[in-house]
């Protein structure tokens, strides 16, 4: 199987532009996110009313009560599943993996509802259950991939199989606990209306968390990527860090799920975006996926609360726009244009 890494290389002095360039578009997309819509907020007036110096406005109820936490939001789930899916991509080697493509999202979906049918006033519990659900998605995948055949396609095939399976049992537990969902429709798709800071604050002690461990274990995915054999005989201790690297993808798609619904295509589009702007590294690879993630997902959910203003549409339709026509675009480019 060829591997995700090739032989060009960028120049650190590149990827220091690209990754600074990343975050003054982050920054720019956070600060449009909290300016732009259906009420204009100057940007002079931001920074006062996130102080607390316009309490009791109507700006500073926009911004702190409607804004803030949207944008935190998207920040934190572009961040996670973009983050998600690189690691996913280099761990099984295959481009055409995601967290939404190989059951990691529907299997975080499935307990966060779960969850919120059985323990409704256990918010807390919301990360937990989606990390377990996420990692219960990847783990099937895996060991339907490793029993078939471990290919390309057939790992993609058996994450559409148990991202059915996952999605049969979200519509069941909504069909017999109809509150379960505040926002089935939201949900299911992907959205961020009515978020606020208390449902983002637990997923984002696991994000960072979960940050914080991938970046300590750069080196290790680094010598991972050269290949199993490759890695062993460097004495990698393959499986344990296989398994623990998926752990931790899945914590970050599991933590954004809890709070962000069942977003598509960003774990896939971004990771292979960045991979041609900033090389195979792992460090700076994560890093720039994080930047890249985050603003892609602001400026999308930017643009759909204003194309159609004052109607707001979810933003996973934005994202599916996109990502879908992408994902068939790779799928025909695999083996030279023959998906099989």
Not at 67 to 90: E, F, H, M, N
Not at 128 to 134: H, K, P, Q, T
Not at 274 to 301: H, I, N, Q, Y
Request: hydrophobic letters at 55%; charged letters at 10%; aromatic letters at 6%.
């Amino acid at each position: 199987m060829k591997n995700l890494r090739t032989s060009s290389i960028p120049e650190p002095r590149r990827t220091r532009r690209v990754l600074a360039g990343l975050a003054c578009l982050t920054l720019l997309a956070a600060l449009l996110s909290i300016c732009l819509g259906s009420t204009f907020i100057s940007p002079a007036l931001v920074p006062r009313a996130l102080l607390g110096q316009l309490e009791g406005t109507l700006e500073g109820d926009i911004v702190l009560l409607a804004r803030l936490p949207r944008t935190c939001g998207c920040l934190l789930a572009g961040l996670a599943l973009a983050v998600s899916g690189a690691v996913i991509q280099s761990v099984l080697n295959n481009p055409l993996a995601a967290p939404n493509i190989i059951g990691v999202n529907s299997g975080a979906g499935l307990m966060v509802v779960l969850c919120s049918a059985l323990f409704p006033q256990s918010a807390a519990l919301t990360p937990l259950a989606a990390f377990l659900g996420a990692f219960l998605g990847v783990a099937l995948v895996l060991v339907i991939a490793e029993r078939t055949g471990a290919s390309r396609i057939t790992l993609v095939l058996a994450g559409v199989a148990v991202s059915n399976i996952f999605s049969a049992g979200i519509d069941a537990l909504v069909t017999f606990f109809p509150d379960a969902v505040l926002s089935y429709t939201d949900f299911r798709i992907g959205g961020l209306d009515n978020l606020y800071m208390d449902r983002i604050v637990p997923a984002f002690w696991v994000i960072a968390a979960a940050l914080a461990l991938l970046f300590s274990l750069s080196s290790e995915m680094d010598i991972l990527s050269l290949g199993r054999e490759t890695a062993q005989s460097l004495g990698l201790p393959v499986k344990p860090l296989r398994l623990a690297l998926l752990a931790l993808a899945a914590a970050l798609a599991g933590a954004a799920v809890s709070f962000a619904g069942l977003l598509g295509f960003l774990g896939l589009i971004v990771p292979h975006i960045m991979r041609r702007a900033v090389g195979e590294d792992s460090r700076p690879l994560l890093l720039a996926c994080a930047l890249g993630g985050a603003s892609l997902l602001t400026l999308c959910d930017l643009l759909s609360r204003l194309l159609f203003a004052p109607y707001v549409i979810p933003v996973g339709i934005v994202l599916a726009l996109a990502g879908g026509p992408f994902f068939i675009w790779l799928l025909l480019r695999q083996r030279g244009g023959r998906i099989l």
